[in-house]
């Protein structure tokens, strides 16, 4: 690129990543990056809108504010569930349908905060990135294996700069827990026991599926047909909108797709977990996905077993939730609590035991362990750390570096969480994972989950 097609990159372009990210990131891009981020005030504010902003999203629009965004408009399909929402940013600009705000708004914003239903996150984030906009998109990243592939293609094809909201990926305390692991401090890891155990009657909906057939009339200031979006059409029940979608398989992904990307996140990102090789799922309650499989069931334990990667050996994760706690390691001290949520990493020397979001009160074990590395003997720091989980994406799109949990590594982990979602499905039945081929090896059956089909009129 020569300097004079370079100036001509006006902040406003750059901040978008409109024939940018690609450009910047592909020529020369050492010296690119040092040029912009000189002509660049570190702190201009960049533009962005929130789409879908009545529970979580309203919180990350928040955050982006107080890092510095600048909120120019709101979408939501619900209008009385995000009144608080609107009321409490009079001068953003209102909108019900994305693709309207997305088309009339043009390169007013810059980026888009996404904290819609999971069924929904797909088309919207792919939608804005065909815009040039940057995305932070709640966790999961999507409903199904199919948009997580196409959203970390779209990504890379669009240059954009991402980021997953699972916001404990910015903590300090998950570095430190990957900077324990990576130096030894529990030797060679080879079992993870995870779960969660938060808000039961919500990912398990079986007491409503009598109701649910039952007719309700749409309330007013809710656009339903949009809030279905790309999922077959069901008729409107209180009993899916506006919350308890999470425990309903055709727009949530239940416990495991909500909680997974936070408490296995310090793992994953340690251990380089990647794909795995099979995934085996126990149910109780005398769940039958033939007659229940509309919820999930009160209680589900899942099995993925990794390969040996890079130095360390094979490695298996067992997550439970719901009714079913998470296991208790052989030699665990009896002066510890095993996490309601959270995780125990087990390696041949010792145990690492944390709680949810980024490995809150982290803390290792036995006290041997504990002592000798302790915080006056605590590992090199190896990795950066950040001011917060917005914060890192504000900046990593001012800076056109790649945000911490960018959909390289989001989608990578979420796909985990929704190969364990599938697997519900077939109780009792190990699913061989082929991550080349992007199938399920010995069941054709799970495969057509991979990739349901959209309704008329949508899209990726």
């Known amino acids: 690129m020569s300097e004079e097609k370079f100036s001509k990159i006006d902040r406003r372009q750059f901040l978008s990543g409109v024939g940018v990210g690609a450009t910047l ?19 201009a504010k960049v533009n962005f809108a929130g789409i879908g902003v009545g529970s979580q999203g309203g919180s990350d629009v928040d955050a982006v504010v107080a890092e510095g965004g600048n909120l120019v408009a709101l979408c939501d399909v619900d209008s009385k569930y995000a009144a608080k929402k609107f009321a409490q940013y009079p001068n953003a600009k209102k909108f019900k349908d994305y693709r309207v ?15 819609t239903p999971d069924h929904t996150h797909a088309v919207i984030a792919m939608e804005a990135m065909k815009h040039g906009k940057h995305v932070y998109c709640e966790k999961p990243l999507a409903h199904t294996v199919h948009e997580v592939r196409a959203l970390m293609a779209g990504a890379r094809k669009y240059g954009v700069i991402t980021q997953l909201g699972n916001q404990g990926h910015s903590y300090d ?44 009339d749409v309330p007013e200031g809710l656009d339903y047909e949009l809030w279905v979006g790309p999922v077959p059409f069901r008729e409107y029940t209180p009993f899916w909108v506006p919350w308890n979608w ?17 408490v296995v996140d310090p793992s994953f990102w340690a251990l380089d977990l990647g794909a795995p090789t099979s995934v085996h799922a ?6 039958n996905p033939t007659t229940q499989g509309l919820t999930y069931p009160s209680a589900t334990k899942i099995t993925f077993e990794f390969p040996a ?19 208790k390691p052989q030699d665990f001290p009896s002066d510890d609590e095993v996490p309601r949520t959270g995780a125990i990493i087990v390696g041949d020397k010792g145990m690492i035991v944390h709680g949810s979001h980024g490995a809150g009160g982290t803390h290792l074990q036995p006290a041997s362990v504990r002592e000798q590395f302790a915080d006056t003997n605590a590992p090199a720091k190896k990795i950066a750390r950040v001011k917060n989980h917005h914060w890192d994406w504000l900046d990593a799109i001012r800076n056109q570096r790649q ?4 959909f390289e590594y989001g989608g ?22 082929n991550e080349h081929s992007v199938k399920f090896t010995n069941n054709d059956a799970a495969n057509d989950y991979l990739d349901p089909h959209y309704r008329k009129g949508w899209k990726l």
């Open 403 to 406: 945000a911490g949990s960018n």
């Open 282 to 287: 126990e149910v109780a309650g005398g769940y």
């Open 412 to 433: 990578r982990l979420t796909q985990v969480a929704l190969l364990g979602a599938i697997a519900i499905r077939f109780p009792g039945e190990t699913l061989q994972w």
């Open 309 to 327: 990667k890079k130095g360390r050996g094979a490695i298996t994760l067992v997550w439970h939730d719901g009714e079913t706690p998470i296991t």
């Open 246 to 262: 999470r425990g309903w398989l055709p727009f949530g992904t239940g416990t495991i797709g909500d909680w997974f990307c936070h």
């Open 173 to 216: 305390t998950i570095r430190r827990t990957c900077e324990w692991v990576w130096a030894g401090a529990i030797g060679q890891v080879h079992t993870i026991y995870a779960g969660c155990g938060e808000f039961k009657d919500v990912y398990t909906q079986t007491r409503n599926l009598d109701k649910v057939n039952q007719h309700y």
């Open 25 to 43: 990131l592909s020529v020369n891009p050492a010296l690119a990056l040092q040029e912009e981020q000189e002509k660049l005030d570190p702190d």
């Open 101 to 115: 705000m997305l088309k009339e708004l043009g390169s007013e914003i810059d980026a888009v905060v996404i904290g």
